[in-house]
């Protein structure tokens, strides 16, 4: 069964940094781009960050260029997205998600949320 | 990055048909046939339930299909289920800088 489970949310204060993981299992990770999407309380989804298979390329919405930085680790099958200079608005529900072969996502992990306030 | 435009909310009775719809511009939903359709309930992880436009994957009724023209796609639902009840996103591949962008979600009552 394709899975992918992330872990790492939290409540941090405005100007912290927090990093999450997501695991992933039943399929080869190394060979798929992956995703990170978020989801305020009660809003709607917004991509946020891209990686390609070998880390060769990656992509931030603006709203988060500069701050987050998201990595992976092909041999332990994980994604992070290293999260820092946390703002209030960064509160979310965050999914990891994979890109399939073409230009969707699927699956989607169950999420995570992090929680920025003092 | 704007968000693609989606109503904020559709109804319908179990049997009927509805359709939303989805606003991007000509530099998304109208320069790539990469529309996807999601489908979310309370609490849990979106779904894909449409790609490419009007593709569906393995797994999802053949009561969802999705179409485009210009700058708007639209996803429709016929013979509407009780299940059906959820918040739907539509999203499309940007190619500038490898991105994408998603509506603002749709919540579907079945009255």
């Known amino acids: 069964e394709v899975q992918l489970v992330e872990s790492g949310g939290g409540l941090v204060q405005p100007g912290g940094s927090l990093r999450l993981s997501c695991v992933a299992s039943?399929?080869?990770?190394?060979?798929?781009?992956m995703n990170w999407v978020r989801q305020a309380p009660g809003k709607g989804l917004n991509w946020i960050s891209y990686i390609s298979s070998h880390s060769d390329s990656t992509s931030y919405a603006d709203s988060v260029k500069g701050r987050f930085t998201i990595s992976r680790d092909n041999a332990k099958n994980f994604l992070y997205l290293q999260m820092n200079s946390l703002r209030v608005e960064d509160t979310a529900v965050y999914y990891c998600a994979k890109k399939t072969s073409g230009y969707w996502f699927d699956p989607w992990g169950q999420g995570t949320l992090v929680t920025v306030s003092s | 990055q704007s968000a693609l435009t989606q109503p904020a909310s559709v109804s319908g009775s179990p049997g009927q048909s509805i359709t939303i719809s989805c606003t991007g511009t000509?530099?998304?939903?109208?320069?790539?046939?990469?529309v996807s359709w999601y489908q979310q309930h309370p609490g849990k992880a979106p779904k894909v339930i449409i790609y490419?436009?009007?593709n569906r994957p393995s797994g999802v009724s053949n009561r969802f299909s999705g179409s485009k023209s210009g700058n708007t796609a639209s996803l429709t639902i016929s013979g509407l289920q009780a299940e059906d009840e959820a918040t739907y996103y539509c999203s499309s591949y940007r190619g500038s800088s490898t991105s994408w962008v998603f509506g603002g979600g749709t919540r579907l009552t079945v009255l």
């Open positions: 039943g399929f080869p990770f190394s060979s798929y781009s």
């Open positions: 490419d436009v009007s």
């Open positions: 000509s530099s998304d939903v109208g320069d790539y046939n990469y």
